[in-house]
């Protein structure tokens, strides 16, 4: 299972993975054809993967709204389903992650509960899907004879710049935005590419219409300020410690005052509640007279 | 006004009430001697009136007769600096130590003060502002009133603001307001800002200040504690010191999407709480199987109201095209009833434009509406000499990519388009960077809530239009902002949630 590249054993030479990016339900390489080594933690090229551009940034925008209706019109039922579904395909391949996992330097025991709490936490968010709306929406009693009700709706499309975080805060950050009816476009540019370019199989063999989740590898220096600008992204989630990354993401956001939720954790472990949904929703109020 | 007639019988003369053929209505005006006016108004920080620091003051003016009201105080970063640092330290040592129950009745007071001085407001805010008395007597008081009852009653309960978390405010806020709804906007921002904790530093617009500052008289009279609230009077200066102030935890502004890029682009990376209330380019959609004479009071009261100086204004009329030459019959019938003038007068259904600078703005768009070739249509009613007026006007035959159809005029000025199917004026109706409201009518149930589901917009009106609440939240998707005012939603903007135990 290692990802490392195993010296060819006498009887038989191992088959080993292209990793590459996952947008609109395919898996393309990156459209400028560059690449970039993913090392182990002593610097040893584990993969190449996927230098994307900004090119690719406007493609998988493309292949994101194109999916969003869609995705916002499925029945909360549906969505709980289907982020069951990933979890189910996760837990079914806990082994290849726990192995890249270690490959990228997270020591085995580490390996294995990152694994499955990635997998509860999809689990949690499935759940949610049909219940945050009633936890969070209310009827107004205005004081005229009006029905009148606050709802949420999915902001659209999200940006998601991914945590360092590989599988846990990846996970994390993509499914309370998916599981709200957004579709998104993930930017995995930490030292540890790998468990994402695998999780988009994941997401491919788990019922998930293609474009809800766009994962790209590359540079953050050339796909966030694409990302964090373009005009048919609707909200941005800025997973980073460094207030010089969220600060300048959040300038470029300001050309259609994009709405951004920055998360500065390093650790996870705890990040799960509703409001990791509810902050990636717009609010809309609705007015019906009450009359004959 | 001649109509031709047939053999099979006459057609029946138009009767206009208020309208310029002998049939008006006598002058009704509201009487204004019991309102007390001061030729000079200071800054109200730390809880006392006091002039700007360096002297400095500006004009406000009576819009519908150019005439000056009174002398305000102009305040610089100074005032600014001296106003937060009030707020901060009624916030760390009075306001933020008080029960939450007493917190709640001082707010309680000025929602009950502001019921009594009623008129005095509603009068002091159409002299100020230009708006039609009615209005401001029937909407913009009552509501203020409404906005400060319905708050005060979160103060102590604030532990159910956020299911599964504590919550706790967020410190001082600065806030700015615009001059369409000059004490409403007020009450927008100070009831939920105190109650859920937080002390403020507010600046009212700079064409009317008057309400603001005889709220800060009320929230004396009702005893607040110094500095919880602070009224800082000027121009964009004034504003740009009050939410770039590094001591403001929380900035909410309302005014133009341009305003409020810069004040979102000057908050990147600080971590500041902030909503933004700007712009909106509401389309107001008409389906053949509504009721006409509804929906034609519907985009009247949609883009008439007050002067059409409204964000959420229903300023785009899509009208289907098998109804559309009987619907704007009828609204242009309906338009010439319209009585445009003294905002005193109880009859006025048009005010004044607000100041010099708005209707030069307005009167830009009309050259540009009819220049991009949109077919122009304004009422023939008689306005005063003196003072800033516009006519209630169309825009026909309007297309999507015409300014007047993308961009927010801020007047009395309604651009009509016409659709075939549901999906195609839904889609019209999408098409501009802003989404604040929406308007829709039809009969069908059905098809009013796809059809509200489907605009891109946060506050949608199926068969009525302009109806606010303090319960109900309000605020934009797209440019036309960020964050809810209003309701349950409109405190979360005011409070955080205490991190999970």
């Known amino acids: 299972m290692s990802e490392r590249r195993p010296a060819a054993a006498a009887d038989r030479l191992p088959v080993l993975k292209t990793h590459k990016v996952y947008v609109g339900g395919k898996f393309p390489r990156s459209e400028s054809g560059r690449f970039d080594r993913a090392l182990a933690p002593d610097g040893t090229p584990i993969a190449n993967i996927c230098r994307c551009s900004r090119k690719d940034v406007r493609d998988a925008v493309t292949a994101a709204r194109a999916a969003q209706a869609g995705w916002a019109a499925r029945t909360a039922y549906n969505r709980g389903q289907i982020l069951y579904r990933i979890a189910e395909m996760l837990e079914g391949r806990s082994g290849q992650f726990e192995a890249l996992l270690a490959a990228g330097g997270t020591a085995p025991d580490e390996a294995a509960a990152e694994v499955q709490a990635a997998t509860d936490r999809l689990l949690h968010y499935a759940g949610w899907t049909d219940k945050f709306q009633q936890v969070f929406s209310s009827v107004n009693p205005v004081a005229t004879s009006h029905f009148n009700f606050s709802i949420l709706e999915p902001m659209g499309v999200v940006g998601v710049l991914a945590p360092e975080s590989p599988l846990l805060g990846l996970v994390s950050s993509i499914a309370p935005a998916i599981a709200g009816g957004n579709t998104t476009v993930v930017l995995v540019t930490g030292s540890q590419p790998l468990p994402a370019t695998t999780l988009g199989e994941v997401l491919n063999s788990s019922d998930v219409p293609g474009g809800v989740v766009n994962i790209l590898t590359g540079r953050r220096d050339e796909m966030l300020a694409p990302l964090a600008a373009h005009r048919d992204v609707d909200g941005l989630l800025l997973c980073s410690p460094d207030p010089d990354v969220t600060r300048s993401a959040e300038i470029e956001a300001v050309h259609n005052l994009k709405r951004v939720a920055v998360r500065g954790h390093e650790d996870w472990t705890d990040i799960q509640s509703p409001y990791e949904i509810t902050d990636l929703q717009e609010v809309k109020t609705t007015w019906h007279p009450i009359g004959s | 006004m001649t109509e031709s007639t047939q053999s099979t019988g006459l057609a029946a003369p138009k009767l206009r009430l208020g309208g310029a053929d002998g049939w008006g209505y006598a002058p009704a005006p509201e009487s204004t001697d019991h309102v007390e006016l001061r030729d000079r108004y200071g800054l109200f920080i730390d809880g006392d009136f006091t002039d700007a620091a360096d002297g400095r003051t500006f004009e406000t003016a009576n819009p519908a007769t150019e005439e000056k009201i009174a002398d305000v105080a102009l305040a610089s970063d100074a005032d600014v600096d001296a106003a937060v640092a009030a707020a901060r330290r009624a916030y760390e040592e009075v306001w933020s130590q008080l029960p939450p129950r ?371 939240p309000f605020g934009g998707y797209k440019e036309s902002g960020i964050g809810r005012e209003g309701g349950l939603a409109g405190l979360h903007f005011y409070l955080q949630p205490e991190a999970a135990a």
């Open chain 2, 102 to 472: 007493e917190r709640g009745k001082y707010v309680y007071r000025i929602a009950r003060v502001l019921q009594e001085r009623g008129r005095e407001l509603a009068i002091t805010e159409s002299l100020d502002g230009g708006k039609p008395i009615r209005e401001s007597r029937d909407v913009d008081i009552p509501l203020a009133a409404a906005h400060f009852f319905y708050y005060a009653g979160w103060a102590d309960k604030l532990d159910y603001a956020f299911p599964g978390r504590g919550a706790r405010p967020l410190g001082v806020a600065g806030q700015v307001i615009p001059w369409n709804f000059p004490l409403l906007m007020a009450a927008w921002k100070i009831a939920p800002a105190i109650a859920a904790g937080n002390t403020v530093v507010l600046k009212p617009a700079e064409t009317t200040p008057l309400t603001a500052l005889k709220l800060a008289e009320i929230i004396r009279e009702a005893g607040l504690p110094p500095g919880v609230v602070n009224i800082v009077t000027g121009a964009g200066e004034t504003g740009a010191a009050v939410v770039q102030h590094p001591d403001v935890d929380k900035v909410a502004f309302t005014g133009s999407t341009e305003v409020g890029k810069l004040i979102r682009r000057a908050l990147a990376g600080s971590g500041k709480h902030y909503t933004l209330e700007l712009g909106g380019k509401a389309a107001n959609l008409v389906f053949e199987d509504a009721a006409v004479d509804q929906a034609v009071e519907g985009i009247v009261n949609g883009i008439f109201f007050n002067q059409g100086h409204v964000c959420c204004a229903g300023s785009r009329l899509l009208v289907q095209e098998s109804v559309a030459d009987e619907v704007i019959s009828k609204l242009k019938d309906r338009m010439e009833t319209l009585i445009v003038g003294d905002p005193l007068d109880k009859n006025t259904d048009i005010g004044a434009i607000n100041s010099r600078a708005q209707l030069d703005k307005i009167e830009e768009y009309l050259e540009i509406g009819e220049a991009e070739g949109a077919a122009p249509f304004q009422t023939s009613c008689p306005v005063p000499e003196r003072g800033y007026w516009c006519r209630p006007t169309l825009f026909l035959r309007a297309s999507q990519s015409h300014r007047v159809v993308q961009e927010e005029i801020f007047g009395p000025v309604l651009a009509v388009q016409t659709f075939r199917t549901v999906d195609e004026g839904i889609a019209m109706a999408n098409n501009t960077p802003y989404g604040l409201s929406g308007g829709v009518w039809s009969d069908k149930g059905a098809k009013a809530f796809r059809v509200t589901s489907r605009i891109r917009a946060g506050v949608l009106w199926a068969n009525t239009y302009n109806k606010f609440d303090p319960t109900a």
